[in-house]
């Protein structure tokens, strides 16, 4: 297959990677220092300890893309927008976007921008970073869910798309509600992101520590709260499964700790203010995702 990775940071080319060497046709939208990196040296992807070094076709200009079947999109939400209009001029009808963003909100921006399209939303549980421009880390799970978003003429490129990652070593289900995928993976990052983002403590520790897990059962019971006053079927009792899953996970990184780290901007507004704001709509009162939320802009305008 011919696929585009739209956003090549750590995520994407984690995937794009594995992708390329089971031997489809990756391309790379990317800028800055890291694009330099990988046009110089190639991508560098390291996971399970294993370090392969690959050539790639990287660009900053999306006509990269103009000839992928499938448009893996994994950039931020901070810069999503633009992604998204970088694209306009020069995807085929036919292309499958495939959206791995946190939050709830890419499909919908996806498919008011490209409104004919087949649109597949996505979800990715990984441990990735960044380690240096032009090298990728893999630090833990990896796996993807799918689900159809909207139909065109990229339907059909789905289960192909499903294969080829599966082929590559990726686990992938195919979920047939894509609106509670989405937010049940949103229910993670509202109990965990922002925190771990606060006090530079692992997942696990958080979850392992009763005075954070009060924190991290709120945030997730508002989230749990909002979803169904939204008519989404999301469940109390998916917050005690987390609970139990991320004390066993190792010792990540969060995708906010690392942005407050390098002084980026973070997702918080599209996850535990997304919580808030829609929370404020339905009548739904959210005070610890608001309070995390606050403390994560505090941090952003401290450092």
């Not at 946190?102 to 979800?123: K, L």
């Not at 407050?260 to 808030?276: K, L, S, W």
Request: hydrophobic share 50%; charged share 15%.
């Amino acid at each position: 297959m011919k696929i585009g990775v739209a956003g090549a940071g750590a995520v994407g080319c984690h995937y794009g990677s594995l992708l390329q060497q089971a031997g489809h046709a990756v391309s790379y939208l990317a800028r800055g220092k890291h694009l330099a990196a990988l046009l110089h040296d190639g991508l560098l992807h390291v996971t399970g300890g294993v370090e392969t070094r690959l050539a790639v076709q990287a660009s900053d200009d999306a006509a990269l893309l103009g000839d992928a079947e499938v448009i893996l999109l994994a950039g931020k939400m901070t810069d999503f927008t633009g992604l998204l209009e970088s694209l306009l001029p020069h995807v085929s009808a036919d292309v499958l976007f495939v959206t791995l963003q946190n939050g709830v909100a890419a499909p919908d921006m996806v498919a008011q921008t490209f409104p004919h399209h087949a649109i597949a939303a996505g979800t990715a549980f990984i441990g990735a970073r960044i380690e240096r421009p032009g090298v990728v880390v893999h630090s833990a799970a990896g796996g993807i869910r799918l689900g159809r978003w909207q139909h065109g003429a990229g339907d059909v490129l789905l289960q192909p798309l499903i294969e080829a990652l599966q082929q590559a070593g990726v686990p992938v289900d195919e979920e047939p509600d894509a609106r509670l995928l989405l937010w049940r993976k949103l229910l993670w990052n509202c109990g965990f992101n922002a925190l771990t983002a606060i006090t530079r403590r692992f997942a696990r520790d958080m979850a392992a520590d009763a005075a954070t897990l009060r924190l991290v059962r709120g945030a997730m019971q508002e989230t749990v709260a909002v979803a169904q006053a939204d008519g989404v079927a999301l469940q109390d009792a998916e917050i005690d499964n987390y609970v139990q899953v991320t004390l066993q996970v190792g010792p990540v990184k969060t995708s906010m700790w690392q942005d407050i780290e390098r002084g980026r901007p973070t997702e918080v507004d599209f996850i535990n203010g997304f919580v808030v704001q829609r929370g404020a709509e339905l009548g739904v009162a959210t005070p610890v995702n608001d309070m995390l939320t606050a403390l994560v802009h505090a941090i952003e305008g401290g450092e």
